[in-house]
């Protein structure tokens, strides 16, 4: 039986990993520059972040114990 993550599983981890980066990539930004980052790059930096997540999640298998 070929079993995947559920739907809510990927769905959370791929939310908690956007707003991750989102939040590290504003910090880092501002620590470099001095300046805020733009909501809109921020956002667009966390929906590309979602995309190889939600793809990497889809080959997970959960463990069988």
């Known amino acids: 039986m070929n ?3 559920p739907l809510w599983q990927r769905l959370v981890i791929t939310v908690v990993a956007m ?3 989102s939040y590290l990539t504003g910090l880092i ?3 470099a520059t ?3 980052m733009p909501g809109y790059i ?3 930096i966390g929906g ?3 995309l190889p997540v939600w793809e990497l999640l889809k080959h997970v ?3 069988q114990t």
Request: aromatic content about 14%; glycine content about 10%; proline content about 5%.
């Open 61 to 63: 298998r959960p463990s």
């Open 19 to 21: 707003l991750a980066t």
């Open 42 to 44: 921020a956002g667009v």
């Open 48 to 50: 590309l972040t979602a």
């Open 3 to 5: 079993l995947l993550l």
């Open 29 to 31: 930004w501002m620590y």
């Open 34 to 36: 001095g300046w805020t």
